[in-house]
């Protein structure tokens, strides 16, 4: 059975950091690039960072770029450090599975496995 399990969301305060995870099952998690995902209240989901399984190149969305970092172990666990968060990061985050991570356009319907998501809290 094919899993993604996030961990690592919570409350925290502005300018503080997170960092989530994301463990993987029943797939060959090396195969597959990793993308990471948010959905804000009344909000559509937005695609805000994707890592290639090709080249391990890494891609960000304008919103988060060089306060996210997105990574993984290569094994089965992918993650993204998330620092200097604004109230506006609060959402529930999902990391997803993708054959796809090739530019900062990241794309919901792309991506063939979805973990539950786990709630982000930052408050001001």
């Known amino acids: 059975e094919v899993q993604l399990v996030e961990s690592g969301g919570g409350l925290v305060q502005f300018g503080g950091s997170l960092r989530l995870s994301c463990e993987a099952s029943?797939?060959?998690?090396?195969?597959?690039?990793l993308g990471w995902f948010r959905q804000a209240p009344g909000k559509e989901r937005e695609g805000i960072s994707c890592i290639s399984s090709v080249d391990g190149a890494t891609y960000y969305t304008d919103s988060v770029k060089g306060r996210f970092t997105i990574s993984t172990d290569k094994k089965n666990t992918g993650y993204l450090q998330m620092n200097s968060l604004k109230p506006e990061d609060t959402a529930i985050y999902y990391c997803?599975?993708?054959?796809?991570?090739?530019?900062?356009?990241?794309?919901?319907?792309?991506?063939?496995?979805w973990g539950r998501g786990t709630q982000v809290t930052v408050s001001s």
């Open positions: 997803a599975a993708t054959l796809t991570c090739g530019s900062s356009i990241i794309l919901d319907y792309e991506y063939d496995y």
């Open positions: 029943g797939f060959t998690f090396d195969d597959y690039g």
